[in-house]
Structure formats: C-alpha cells, structure tokens
C-alpha cells in the first residue's frame, strides 16, 4: 500500500466520480481506476459501489474514510512543521550566554527574535565561556554568547560587540580620586577575577595587561559579574571588568576606565548549521549596533 492510494482514495471519496476526482488529481482516469482497484484488493474489501450511472462508498468505504482522514491531514501538518523547522521557523534552540551579554546585546536580541520568530521555542542558559565551548561542541546548544574566547577549532565565531575595559573599585579605595588609571598605579593591588578554567579568554586578556610587570595577584575567584562587583564592594580587592557591567548597579562600587582603551568582546558561536539559531546571531548583531 502505497500513500497516494491512499490520496487518491478520499479525493475518489469526495466527489464520487471517478472523472472529477481524476481532473482534481490532474490524472487520466484509467490509472486512478487501477489504483483504487488495487487498494480494494489489497484491503480485501469492496470500498466503492459503483454502477454506470453513480459510484457510492461501501459501508467500509465510510469507515476506511473516517479512519484515514485525520491521520492525512495530521501527516500534511507534519510535513508542513517540519518544512517551516527547516527554514528556521518552528523549533526550538537553546542559547548560551555569558553574565556580561545581559548588560550587552542580548535583551535587545531576544526581543527582536520572539517578534521575527514567535513559533521557535528560545531556552537560555547562563554559562561561562568554556562552559558554553563544551557545550556547543557536544552539540547541547546552538548558539553562544562567549567572551574573548580566541579561536576554537570547530566553532565559528563572529564578533557581536567590543567595549573597554574599566577598573573596579571600592568607593573608599585610595584610587577612587581618579578620572583614569594607569596599570601601573594597579600593581600590588589584590584582584577578583574571573577563574581561568572558565573564561580563559578573558583571564589571558587581564594577564595581558601586565605584560613586562608583576602579574596581578589574585585573591579570589567568581564566576559571576555580580558577585565579583559584591567582593570589590566588601573590601577584598579590585577587578578589571568590561565596561558594560556599569550598568549594574552595586552600592559602593565604582568603575574608573583604563588608560590605552583597551577593549573585551563578546562573539556569538556555532557548531553546526542551524537558520532558527543564525536568526537570532543577526538579531544579536543589531542588537548589539542600538546598543
């Protein structure tokens, strides 16, 4: 038993002729005939009555129909979602993003995204830039929002958003005076940072910054933004942070930029072709420029 039997069935059904079902189906009538003829003796059960003047469903004609119509039209609607899936238009994709694309690019993208594609499910999920790597290349998320992650074989990058860099200070630090800072005036200084197993990147880029003096020491750890600008508050050092996180505001916290602009940004990753997740890295992209 063949599907188009089974079409060419319920259009018999429908106009109980065997001529106007064959002009609907854009057929010749002879192998329609034959087509219905085979399904009858396939099923072992008479479908149509037919005469010279009129064709009629059997009573296991109607039956057969009832039973058959919904399950077409539910294969049809699945056709169809899986079609729209492949253009990016039905689905689902999940997202990874570092804290620090929440004071960036990203609430402009998902706004932009659930208007342009409302039938794709979005799950987010706040992740380090390694964690995110991993993730990506085990095929766990379509796309990420990484920071400084360097080159990553499998992955293509592209840059969504570069802004400088600030230091972060205690209100009462003895720096706070300052409209801008030299690295210098930072050697000696305890630092919170970020850890380097999770963002790598970004660790190599801080570490960067003293090339030719004393690394900065650090003190301690976190893998969050807001929880470092909480340590800084509390007394435990002072951190270098991309300049974004201003926008969070931490009670006893100050942000001072560094001499030399130098600048962190956020990349937008992928593994594998997926157009419901490169929809939301052009989302990402503008968002990024009203930014």
Known sequence: MELRQLQYFLVVAEHLHFGRAADALRMSQPPLTVAIKKLEQELG?????????????????????ERISPLLADLERANHELTEVGLGLRGRIAVGFVSSASYAALPGAIRLFRERRPNVDLALHPLTTNEQIDQLLEGKLDLGILRDPGPVPGLVLTEVHAE???????????????????????????????????????????????DGFAPPRIVERAIHQETILGLVAAGLGVSILPASVARFHMPGVLFRPLAGDPRSALYSATSAANPAAAVFGQ?????????
């Open 45 to 65: 059960v008479q479908l149509f009555s037919r005469t010279t003047r009129s064709v009629e469903l059997t009573p296991a004609g109607r039956a057969y129909r």
């Open 164 to 210: 400088p860099l600030v230091v972060v200070l205690q209100a009462g630090h003895r720096l706070a005076g300052q409209a801008e800072l030299e690295i210098e005036q930072l050697l000696g200084e305890d630092f919170v940072l970020f850890p380097y197993k999770h963002m790598s990147g970004f660790f190599a880029l801080v570490h960067s910054l003293f």
């Open 283 to 291: 989302c990402l992209q503008e968002a990024a420029g009203d930014a």
